[in-house]
């Protein structure tokens, strides 16, 4: 069931994503990084455990980057991070 309810929030964020306009070099990145990763998660290429700590790491990190400025986009995230903790990661 959880990870159900991940895969629907991973391409919730991908849909965030891909609507957000980068302002700055910075939030290019981020959001280059972040649409490959979940990009490939949503797409099953990778597998959720074998990703889990870079994933959840580069998703705190993004939650920072864009909390002040895409409230939307830092909900979506925190979202997706307090389910990947209730699987255990």
Known sequence: MEKQRLQELLVQLHEELEQTETVDERTGEVLTDLKKDIGRLVQEEVVIEDEQ?????????????????????????????????????
Do not use: W
Request: aromatic fraction near 6%; glycine fraction near 8%.
């Open 53 to 89: 700590d870079g994933l959840t790491e580069r998703l705190g990190n993004a939650l920072d980057h864009f909390e002040e400025d895409h409230p939307k986009l830092s909900i979506v995230i925190q979202h997706v991070l307090d389910s990947l903790a209730r699987m255990g990661f």
